[in-house]
């Protein structure tokens, strides 16, 4: 395959059945339901830092918002290529709405690696340093899976991109001559490029879910 069947194939990716698009979504919404759920039971529960539950209730509420404003048609881009105002709306709340989850992702972090490890076992004389284990746990362990996914997409990226490359190379029919010549180079600078957009959208539907 050459580089303008990936291109062409990156730009318009095939749309996967609905029912399995539904059934992602509702995988998608199960984590923010139950960081709000579990941030709203232990709301409390936390003495040690009383933010970890209310970062929880928070970036569970955002991301299940996200993840159902995904699912309404303003949010889908018509495929005329027509302007559509409500698409847009959606559009600039989704970007903001991401550059508030990152802000209070980072805070979250300071919140949770700085009392690592708190006291799990709560008592009337050191009441302070006590934190739910449950909550502080599940508030842990979802952060860290983000740094965990977060490896594993630059990895896996950087193998397709490293993978593009070879079979850009070895590619037989490319022409190096004239016009063929000035198309084969834009094709190999424009190829990294648009899967690199393309694993930044996919890591962006990572952060928001994590």
């Known amino acids: 395959m050459s580089n303008t069947g990936l291109i062409r194939h990156i730009r318009s990716p095939p749309q996967p059945p609905g029912p399995i698009l539904g059934c992602s979504k509702l995988f998608l919404c199960i984590m923010p339901i139950a960081q709000i759920a579990i941030g709203s039971v232990y709301l409390h529960d936390c003495p040690r830092q009383r933010y970890v539950p209310i970062y929880l209730i928070v970036v569970g509420t955002f991301g299940l918002v996200l993840a159902l404003l ?8 018509p495929k005329d290529g027509t302007s ?10 989704n970007s903001l709405t991401s ?15 700085s009392i690592y490890e708190p006291n799990y076992n709560k008592n009337t004389t050191t009441v302070d340093s006590y934190c739910n284990r449950t909550v502080y746990l599940f508030a842990f362990w979802t952060t860290t899976l983000v740094y965990i996914l977060l490896g594993l997409f630059l990895v896996g990226g950087c193998c397709v991109l490293f993978c593009f490359f ?19 180079e834009a094709d190999r600078f424009s190829l990294p490029l648009l899967t690199s957009r393309l694993l930044l959208k996919l890591l962006a539907v990572l952060w928001t879910q994590a």
Do not use: H, M
Not at 84 to 91: A, E, F, Y
Not at 99 to 113: D, E, H, K, S, T
Not at 166 to 184: I, M, N, V, W, Y
């Open 70 to 77: 995904s699912c309404l048609p303003c949010a889908q881009e």
């Open 84 to 93: 559509n105002p409500l698409s847009q709306v959606c559009t600039v709340w």
């Open 99 to 113: 550059f508030f989850l990152f802000c209070w992702f980072i805070a979250g972090n300071v919140w949770i690696y």
């Open 166 to 184: 070879l079979c850009g190379r070895a590619d037989p029919g490319r022409q190096r001559l004239g016009t063929s010549s000035d198309k084969s």
